[in-house]
């Protein structure tokens, strides 16, 4: 991140701020490297040139769908674009091609219905509002345009939202491919998306980041056949922490399989006998 080397007096700026990391303000004064700032907060700083930021006065105040229509491409320009964008309840924002998504910690259950799914069926990127639909339908249609198979890199630290927005990404995909399952048997994208509650319980635990945290990496095959439709599927699995099923810190939790267990109706587990001493286990 490179800081504007002439900054003119009356010019708007971005500085640190030990309590909000970044702060806007007006510079008052320029002293060689010096620069004195107003700072929105009402607070008076002097800074290193090398430390303040140029801010566009044109930013429009609900941001931008797309950061690389922001006049300043640094950090704390995109942070300001972000934050604007969340508070209008906007969690997804493009750069280019590549979606960011902000975890908004409450269920939006208008974001991902049915509806959503078909308007973005054969939108091209940009078309419509950032959305994980979308840049599944892009992969989708490359795949049947270009014969070629796509891959989607969700990633992001503890808690940022990478599994709930692997399953939208495996809905829409499913939703795309999906067709009607025979003899009533379940299709293959209804067993693909069935399997995270049950990798979930396997792999997932309360840590103090995540109450819902994957402990295990995942990467998800989806097949499709000449016309565009699911013909099967596989999940591998990698570097599951096996240490957490042995060694738990307070107030981090076991696996959820566990606790789950513990809920069955008694009946239910004494089919053996092995368990009859289940209830007494230190670890639960
Ligand atoms: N798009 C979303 N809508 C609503 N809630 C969300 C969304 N994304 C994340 N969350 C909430 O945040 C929690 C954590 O998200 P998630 O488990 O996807 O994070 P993660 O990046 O996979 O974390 P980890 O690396 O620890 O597994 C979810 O259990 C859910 O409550």
Same mark, same amino acid.
């Given at each position: ?53 140029? %801010?566009?006065?044109? *930013? ?60 973005? %069926? ?44 692997? %399953? ?37 635990? %309360? ?50 399989? *566990? ?15 092995? *368990? ?9």
């Amino acid at each position: 991140m490179v800081a504007q080397s002439n900054l003119a007096i009356g010019s708007h700026v971005w500085v640190e701020d030990p309590e909000a990391t970044w702060i806007d303000g007006e510079v008052e004064e320029v002293n060689n490297e010096d620069i004195k700032i107003n700072c929105t907060s009402g607070r008076t700083v002097v800074v290193k040139a090398s430390n303040v930021y140029p %801010k566009d006065p044109e *930013f429009p105040s609900c941001g931008v769908d797309d950061m690389t229509r922001l006049a300043y491409l640094h950090e704390p320009g995109v942070l300001q674009n972000l934050r604007c964008r969340y508070d209008i309840n906007e969690i997804y924002t493009y750069t280019g091609n590549i979606l960011i998504a902000v975890n908004p910690f409450r269920r939006l259950p208008h974001l991902y219905d049915n509806h959503m799914m078909e308007q973005y %069926k054969g939108a091209a990127i940009g078309e419509l509002s950032p959305h994980p639909f979308a840049i599944a339908d892009a992969a989708y249609r490359l795949m049947i345009n270009e014969g070629i198979s796509q891959s989607i890199l969700v990633s992001g630290e503890s808690g940022a939202g990478k599994t709930e927005s692997t %399953k939208m990404l495996m809905r829409y995909l499913a939703y795309m491919g999906g067709k009607a399952a025979a003899d009533g048997r379940r299709s293959v994208e209804q067993q693909v998306l069935e399997s995270n509650p049950v990798l979930e319980a396997f792999g997932n635990a %309360k840590t103090v980041r995540n109450n819902n945290s994957s402990r295990f990496g995942k990467f998800v095959e989806i097949q499709f056949n000449e016309r565009g439709k699911i013909s099967g599927a596989a999940i591998r699995t990698y570097l599951l922490e096996r240490s957490r099923v042995c060694q738990v810190s307070d107030p981090e939790r076991n696996y959820h399989c *566990f606790y789950m267990l513990c809920a069955a109706p008694q009946e239910a587990l004494l089919v053996d006998e092995s *368990f009859r001493e289940f209830f007494h286990f230190k670890l639960l």
